[in-house]
């Protein structure tokens, strides 16, 4: 799967764009099969450089590249792919769905 199309490139802000921005969007989303890893892209350097948030054990506001994505590998062999069903979002919904989950399991 190609995870960064022509078209995401043309739509995602550069880097720093939105950084005053208090609640920017979101734009893509990847994920690695059968784990608990999600990045979702709000800003890249055109190159290889995203910023946006990162759900993984500690979920938190961060960089990341595409080079990394493209390289790892999940359990069967399973790569990251690019939630082609995704639609953007703002920051704030994002971290909400993560914030409800921890508060789920602190129960």
């Not at 739509?11 to 764009?17: E, N, Q, R, V």
């Not at 995203?50 to 979920?59: I, S």
């Amino acid at each position: 799967m190609q995870l960064l199309t022509e078209h995401l490139k043309q739509i995602l802000p550069p880097l720093y764009a939105k950084e005053k921005e208090k609640d920017p969007w979101i734009v893509c989303k990847f994920f690695m099969p059968m784990t608990e890893w999600t990045w979702y892209a709000a800003e890249f350097d055109g190159k290889d450089t995203f910023f946006g948030f990162v759900a993984g054990e500690y979920p938190e506001l961060s960089y990341f590249s595409l080079s990394e994505l493209e390289k790892l590998e999940g359990p069967y062999g399973l790569g990251v792919e690019r939630d082609i069903y995704f639609e953007p979002v703002r920051l704030s919904e994002v971290q909400k769905h993560y914030q409800q989950s921890v508060d789920t399991m602190s129960i």
